[in-house]
């Protein structure tokens, strides 16, 4: 198999936030709500190999805030803080992509350390297709994740370096 539905990619995006939002700051998302303060941070990371893509995620400074505090056990958090925890969680998140990703496509693929702006800055750059998951925790801050690709050339309509394609989900995604 070296291709993976929408659904699919967005299920592992889906398992891949829920499971690590938890585990690093002990705090809990829903996938739901779409709505995103004016106040924002983006913190964002570009793929390499044999994937053409960018993840960026895009939520309100609270957000990041919140995760700061939840990762270093502090309400006391610098704005270098909230930088590092922001930088670190979408490390975390390529890298259970990847883990989740790779050995379905049979692909390898990496990814650039992540790079923090505030602002809403979502690098989908030339990608001609994302995958869009919104976000919410119970202190209602707004989470946007966005998985941008690029379409090949010579191949069918959404099709990606990452061969992601429309079709009925076929594949077990293994969750840890």
Do not use: W
């Not at 398992?15 to 941070?41: F, P, R, W």
């Not at 964002?44 to 609270?62: Q, R, T, V, W, Y």
């Not at 700061?68 to 704005?79: L, N, W």
């Not at 966005?146 to 959404?158: D, G, M, W």
């Amino acid at each position: 198999m070296d291709s993976l539905t929408h659904e699919e990619i967005q299920d592992v995006l889906n398992y891949v936030m829920l499971y690590t939002t938890e585990k690093m700051a002990h705090m809990k998302i829903t996938n739901e709500g779409n709505s995103l303060s004016n106040d924002l941070c983006t913190v964002s990371a570009i793929f390499e190999g044999n994937c053409d893509l960018a993840l960026s995620l895009c939520a309100d400074k609270l957000f990041f805030v919140r995760l700061a505090q939840g990762i270093f056990q502090s309400e006391d958090v610098s704005d270098q803080d909230i930088e590092d925890a922001a930088k670190e969680y979408l490390n975390v998140i390529c890298g259970r992509l990847v883990n989740q990703v790779s050995p379905l496509i049979h692909k390898p693929t990496s990814f650039r350390f992540p790079v923090f702006q505030t602002g809403e800055h979502i690098f989908d750059g030339d990608r001609e297709y994302s995958c869009k998951s919104h976000y919410v925790n119970k202190n209602d801050d707004g989470l946007l994740l966005v998985l941008a690709l690029s379409v090949l050339e010579k191949e069918e309509k959404h099709s990606a370096k990452c061969s992601l394609i429309h079709k009925k989900n076929t594949n077990n995604i293994k969750k840890e």
